[in-house]
Every structure is written in C-alpha cells, then in structure tokens.
C-alpha cells in the first residue's frame, strides 16, 4: 500500500516536472530552438493540427526557423498560425519555406521572462508539494483505519519527502538552466 501511494506520488511529480519543461519551451530565448513553436496549432482541412504534424521545423542558423510544410496549399495557412500566435514572431515566406527570424531581446524582455520562468517554477514547486501532501495524507488515512502503524507512516512519509526534495531540486536545476540560457547575450 505504502509503495502505491510512494509511486503515484512520483508519478504526479513527474508530470508536474513535465509541465514545467513545456512552461520553459514556450519562454524564448535569443536562439532559434525548434520548440518554441511546438504550441503554434494550425487549420488542417477544418482540424486544428499541431504545426510538427503538417511541416518540419528546423533551426536554419542560430537565429532563424525553417518552416518546411509537407503540403505547399499549407504555407500561407501556417504562416497565418504563426503570426496569430502569441509568441510575437513574424514569419516570411519564400516559395515553399517558411523562415522565421528571432528577434533580438533586450535587456528588459529578458528580465521580463527570467521572472515569467521564475513564476513557472514555482507553480512546479507547488504542484510537487501538493503531490507531497496527498500522498501524506493517503498515510494518514491508513494509519487511522489502523491498516499500517505509525512507525510504517513514518517511514513513508520520510520516503516522500525525499522524493519531493529530489524533484524540487530538479526544479531548481531546470530553472538554472534557463535563466543562463535567457540572460545570454
């Protein structure tokens, strides 16, 4: 039982840690990464169809995309998608390609987003300890309906706790990361 509420609460740990990844790939950077347009959705005959499922996207140099549709029909639609999103990108078409260029980000915008990827890791706290909290009290709940002794709650509780010290360090890590990788010039 004790092992079953340990490995959900790592599983809900995870995704937490997952959703933070996505938080931070939505941050742009100066660098052209493919990522920053995974959330770009765009009108596939009458579907709204994830960008990376009707073209590639590749990094062209450090700060350009190339937008590559698999459908020539589907340039100005995708260039649309990209405008309209709100990344703040403007994209230009030549032929059948899609070149998007990364613009440069001042001193200001980057403090903007070091504080926007601040906020996020801190909701992936949040959400690693509200993990924390469940799982404690699932063990709580045990002891009281006397299916484990206080000494296995304990134990238990302990085994969660370093598990959500693991994971918010792994937080922490994450956010490192992309502060460096944001306040470079």
């Known amino acids: 039982m004790i092992n ?3 490995a959900e609460a790592e599983k809900k740990m995870k995704k937490s840690l997952e959703a933070l990844g996505s938080a931070f790939n ?8 493919p990522a920053i347009l995974d959330s770009v959705m765009v009108n596939y005959y009458g579907q709204e169809t994830p960008l990376k499922q ?3 996207v590749n990094v062209e140099d450090n700060r350009t995309l190339l937008v590559a ?4 029909n589907l340039v100005p639609t995708i260039e649309k998608a990209i405008m309209m999103s709100d990344l703040g990108l403007n994209p230009s078409t030549n032929g059948d390609a899609i070149r998007v260029p990364m613009p440069m980000l001042t001193e200001e915008t980057r403090k903007e987003m070091v504080k926007q990827a601040r906020a996020d890791a801190e909701h992936g706290r949040v959400s690693i300890r509200n993990a924390r909290r469940d799982a ?4 709580k709940d045990l002891l009281k309906d006397k299916d484990i002794s206080e000494d296995d709650q304990r134990r238990g509780e302990e085994e969660i ?10 937080v922490d890590k994450l956010l490192k990361v992309k502060e460096e990788d944001l306040m470079a010039v």
């Open 69 to 72: 549709p698999w459908e020539k």
């Open 161 to 170: 706790q370093k598990l959500t010290d693991k994971h918010i360090a792994e």
């Open 54 to 56: 009707v073209a590639s």
């Open 26 to 33: 939505k941050i742009r950077t100066g660098r052209a990464h």
């Open 4 to 6: 079953d509420i340990k």
């Open 136 to 139: 404690n009290s699932m063990l």
